[in-house]
């Protein structure tokens, strides 16, 4: 409930046999603005579900509403102006008033400067209200009127008041501005900003606006400017007194919106003859600034679109026809695309979703991207200048329904005809509920409407069956069938079940229901699950010449715990792996699946489908999603990740590499986003040196000035000394990641290299690992095996699999982090610096055993352990392409023979039912 909302009374009652009750309640106490009363019901069937429902009402302050109407919120200071006044009921009849009291009062604003903190001048504005006029005006048939002369500019307000026979006091008001030569007195703030008044909410084009600017200054020069994403208009004008208006043509383009801003300037003000110095300068020039959005109407854009039944409600299987009819704005019929579509009310009631009109769509109020600056800002000793603002402004056949669907209908291509009908037909469904139907029209360029409607689909007699989604083996359940008629179906119904397939009947397939006066009423059944399947129930009713029937399915699932093992490997000449199925396991189901390739990288290809498919576009993932096509470019097709041909692959490498220009800051690093002010990143830019010269080895080529302006600002990060008040030095890991990929560039790390080793103890062990392969890179030989020795020291050996442990406090603290990291660095380093390290082998095991789902966690890690795997296993096994056959066998018995004569041949593989166990 909201703060201003109560409980005003509660209780519980019983319906009677027609199914209805009635409860009294008092009236909140007497309030001076309408108030809304809501009543909630809820109801519990025969069956124990509720069902609720709500209405409201309004309670009326009074017995009658007064009205105030303004021909303009502008008009002439001297000049007569007509002011309405309507009385009107609760219904909105007019009613006659012997009198209303009127009062206009003109609101002037007294304003005084006063002193603030540190000196600065703070301005303050008091309203005050002049009475201009005092009139009874005589309400006949709903209305009066009179007319009434501003005397001078300013702000009049308007106040009708009277009294109902109760005693209940009723008021309405309007205000508006008078324009004209000579002063008003506005209200001002301490702010640059000054409000500008146009005379109506609302704009055709053809039309001219009128806009009143309240300055501050007795006279000034105004520039005006109609703004949206550029300046479309521009005008200086000279004000006489500060309550003049402009007017402004309002042209077609103004659709949907425009900003009018204005910039007043005044000049120094002549100090009095004989005056003192002013050591504030309050006499200093002055600028204000405003702005005010016009809604400029695009109504003849709007087509009005009409959707409609043939009738209100059909029975399951029948033909439905809807008309659709589509007018311009004159009421012509106008000839439009339209896309029609029936919904289940029910589903879209729960989902909250209804389509947007695309009118209010695409004639949305748009932005004024213009911002206003001003030199004088640093002259004039005031509070600087602002933003602008805006202110102001039934068939034969088989009856079983079956085909339940939330979707009844979808068609996006409805042509209406050059008297702008159309009908569209379609079978209603099996869902008894009622359908909403949207039709979204568009013609010409511009053109759009929307409109939507209900129909029902309904039955006189409906049974309703209550079956579980699924059922187990051997399960035994009952099903509740409820029963229930329209009003005036009475009788006695006949429910009959019958169950096939998976699913069987214990007991009774048919039943005796009273039904009448719209009542529900249940009969039960008792169903049995069989063997794992699908069942079949179809329920049927009779009462009388009425019928209805419904056809369920229900999975039934195997009662049992499925255990899936999985073994995988690589062999020279033979390898023996020992199966044995659990325990107790179904001869039916699963079964082993042998799986052989030749190659390990096979098993990268969901990884590669996850960094290709990526929907973002920072330049880290931009690159890493480039990856796969450099190290498995051959595997393409055994992978089907790539577009399909290795020119696509080819293709996505160069156009990447082509925008990292893009991504460059003025220092020469990278930054994550294209045109980003963000600082440059060193890491992302160690990183994105380091796939451009992956991409190079491959025939590839980046923007060589793009690369060596990168590479630069590598080493200036790395060797400029950094003030410690104000730049914080590089992560040590990352500058160790940094050395790496320098050295990889051919650049001389020996300092950097000896450096670092001096400063170990602050590196993790993957900063250890990636200066341990710059060490080596750059000749280094005895440095990388020491650091690679401390990386791989206390490495645990679990099965075929080593794993690195990450101690607290020792985590890389780069875009990925922990355990991939560590291992796939060492990988890398390993590969190079002791190629022939037992643990290797066993390292690149766990880092394939860290997946899940067959990939690891985000664009970095996956791109990082690709680099790895694919730097281990192309070290692992050679160049030389592959000419192996392949035997596997079950026992003594041989499953099949496969060839493998290059690395991208597809992986074959047979699978071994359960029941072949014992062979």
Known sequence: MSPDERISGEGDGTLDAAGTGARRHRLLPATRSPATVTFEAEVEDTSGRNVSGRATAIVHPAEFYLGTRLESWLVDAGSPTEVGIAAVDPRGKPVAM??????????????????????????????????????????????????????????YRVR?????????????????HAVGPGYAAWRRSSDSRVQLMPDKGSYAPGETARIQVHSPYENGTALVTVERQGVLWQRVIAMKGNAEAFELPILPEYEPNVTVGVVVARGRLPSPPGAEPDPDDLGAPSVRVGAVRLRVDPGANRLAVAVKPAVPEYRPGQDVEVGVEV????????????????????VLDLSGYSPADPFDTFFAPIGASVATGDSRDFLIRRILLGEKSEPGGDGGGDLTRKDFVALAFWDPEVVTGDDGRATVRFRAPDNLTRFRVFAVATSGEARFGLARTEFTVNRPLVVRPALPPFAETRDA???????????????????????????????????????????????????VAGEAGEGTVRVSGRLGQERDAVQLKVPVRRRARTETVATSGSATAQVTETVEPPAGAAPDVGGLSVSVAPTALVGLDRAAKSLISYPHGCLEQRMSAILPNLYL?????????????????????????????????????????????DASDPYLTAWTIRIAGIARERGFKADPGVI?????????????????????????????????????????????????????????????????????????????LDLMTEVLEGATVKGDEAELPVPRGDEWHGMASGDVALTSAALIAGARAVPTHPLLPRLATHLWAARRNGEWSGTHENGLALMALATWVRMSEGDAAPDLAVSPWLGATPLATWQFKSRSAPPRATDVPMRRRGA
């Open 98 to 155: 012997p009198s209303v009291s009127v009062l206009v009062t003109r609101r002037e604003w007294q304003t005084v400067r006063r002193k603030g903190v540190g000196d600065t001048w703070q301005v303050v504005s008091e309203p005050v209200d002049v009475a201009v006029e005092t009139r009874d005006v005589e309400i006949r048939d709903g209305r009066g009127a009179f007319r009434l002369t501003p005397p001078v500019p300013g702000l």
């Open 160 to 176: 009708a008041s009277a009294s109902d026979v109760r005693g209940n006091p009723v008021r309405a008001g309007a205000s508006f």
């Open 327 to 346: 007018r311009d704005r004159s009421g012509r019929g106008a000839r439009a695309q339209v896309l029609v579509f029936a919904v289940d009310a029910a």
């Open 477 to 527: 359940f009952r099903m509740a069938v409820a029963v229930h008629g329209a009003p005036g179906a009475t009788g006695e119904a006949i429910v009959k079940v019958e169950a096939t397939g998976s699913v069987s009947l214990r007991g009774a397939s048919e039943a005796r229901v009273a039904v009448g006066e719209g009542r529900v009423r249940e009969a039960l059944f008792e169903l």
């Open 633 to 677: 470019e051959d595997l393409a097709a055994t992978f089907g990740f790539a577009p399909g041909t290795e020119g696509d692959l080819r293709e996505s490498v160069r156009k990447t590499l082509a925008r990292l220009r893009e991504f460059q800051r003025p220092d020469g690093g990278f930054g994550f986003w294209a045109g980003g002010s």
């Open 708 to 784: 060596a302006d990168a590479v630069a600002f590598l080493e200036k990060s790395l060797r400029t000394p950094r003030d410690a008040s104000r730049d914080r030095p590089p992560d040590p890991d990352q500058a160790a990641f940094a050395t790496f990929v320098l050295a990889e560039e051919g650049r001389t790390v020996g300092d950097l290299v000896a450096l670092f080793v001096a400063k170990r103890r602050d590196l993790s062990r993957t900063g250890r690992a990636w200066l341990a392969a710059a060490a080596w890179k750059d000749g280094a030989a005895a440095a990388a």
